[in-house]
């Protein structure tokens, strides 16, 4: 019979206890060399949705814009995009603006964030489901031709971690500009304009873009001039016109200061006032680059005329010529110019006005008048500018 020894039996059990060891470490091995495959191809793909890759927490799966707010929004305010899939680190979303039907205020093509028309805005607040973002826009300053320039009808485009979504068109409002004086009170487009005139004048002011009349903000324009607000009422086309986005207005009468120092750019012998013209867009703080125009130092002036009037020499007092018109007051002065016989001299006197300037009463100066002889009778204005004919008048004896 063959024995074992105790001694060769434990060398057995602990041979088969190494071997057996051998394979579990061989198998630890393996496995942790996975683990270690597997958090190294992590590592290497941020985009992993893996719920387990640390460097990405919160996986997206999908990006989707279901609703822009407010409806419509002006270049440089804040939109709010609604949706899911984006991320609540700033820097992780992407947002960019494209397919305007057009970029009015004259943009160019390096107003634009890249070669394809894309504008990048900024993200300035973000969750899960929204993103609140800037809308891009250049400013008057910014711009070469001093106009605010930005995108009218976009798509907003999100991209989140390579995940991208399209949202529908964003109503945006453009920034006003003043285009030109269209037509002034004065009789002449470019010339300048005359307070307290009846006539509107005519404003063009574009820049608001496709949305300004669905949104109401074509009504709520105003003009801003010498500090005063004046209303404007928006002329309906009804074809082509030479004054597109037109708005009429009236200067007022107190805007008429009486400068005699400083000349009208374009009509000669007038003098006007250099002011400011800034069309603002009322309850915001939207409003154009100002533009600045000639308004006449004077009111609208009118007065009656007469044919001839004929007065003795020898009367008692000094006999009156009313007139009736507006802005009289600015007449001290009625001139009565001799025409025709020698010895005639002129006369002159300072007529008295009612306090509205709607009357003008001149009484004739008989003592520096000659028996028969004719005067023309004018009015001086506070300039010295001598009125056209008011009417003839014979002295008798």
């Known amino acids: 019979m063959k024995t074992f020894s105790a001694s060769s039996k434990s060398e057995d059990s602990f041979a088969k206890v190494k071997y057996g060891k051998k394979i579990i470490f061989n198998l630890l091995g393996l496995g942790i060399s996975l683990v270690g495959l597997i958090g190294c191809a992590e590592e290497q793909d941020p985009n992993n949705p893996n719920t387990n890759n640390p460097n990405n927490p919160n996986p997206i799966v999908s990006v989707e814009v279901t609703a822009t707010s407010p409806e419509f929004i002006f270049w440089g305010d804040e939109l709010t995009l609604t949706g899911k899939g984006f991320s609540t680190k700033l820097e992780d979303n992407f947002v960019w603006l494209k397919n305007e039907t057009a970029a009015f205020g004259s943009c160019s093509s390096d107003n634009r964030a890249d070669s394809t028309g894309w504008r990048k805005a900024t993200v300035l607040r ?79 002011i574009p820049g608001v873009g496709l949305y300004g009349a669905s949104s109401g903000i074509d009504k709520k324009m105003k003009l801003l001039v010498n500090g005063v607000y ?94 009736t018109g507006k802005g009289l007051n600015w007449y001290p002065e009625a001139r009565f110019s001799p025409q025709g016989s020698t010895g005639c001299t002129l006369a002159t006197i300072g ?47």
Not at 369 to 385: A, E, F, H, N, P
């Open 351 to 397: 007529p008295v006005h009612s306090e509205s300037g709607t009357k003008l009463t001149i009484l004739v100066p008989l003592a520096q008048m000659q028996s028969g002889c004719s005067y023309i009778l004018t009015l001086v204005d506070v300039c010295g500018r001598v009125s056209n004919q008011v009417g003839q008048v014979t002295i008798g004896a």
């Open 126 to 204: 973000a969750t899960a489901t929204s993103l609140t973002i800037k809308i891009p826009y250049k400013t008057a300053s910014e711009n070469s031709n001093n106009r605010a320039c930005g995108v009218i009808n976009p798509n907003i485009s999100v991209t989140v971690n390579g995940k991208t979504a399209v949202s529908e068109k964003v109503k945006l409002l453009g920034i006003p500009h003043i285009r030109e004086i269209c037509y002034s009170n004065s009789g002449y487009k470019g010339a300048g304009m005359i307070p307290g005139k009846e006539l509107e004048n005519q404003i063009s």
């Open 230 to 323: 004046l209303p404007l009422t928006k002329v309906e086309s009804t074809g082509p016109t030479n004054c597109a986005d037109s708005y009429k207005f009236v200067i007022p009468i107190e805007f008429a200061n009486g400068n005699c120092a400083t000349a009208d750019p374009v009509l000669t012998g007038r003098f006007a006032n250099m002011m400011d013209f800034v069309a603002v867009i009322d309850g915001t703080t939207k409003s154009s680059e100002k533009l600045t125009y000639p308004v006449s130092s004077f009111p609208d002036r009118s007065y009656s005329t007469f044919t001839q009037r004929s007065f003795s020499y020898s009367a008692a007092g000094n006999p009156e010529i009313v007139l």
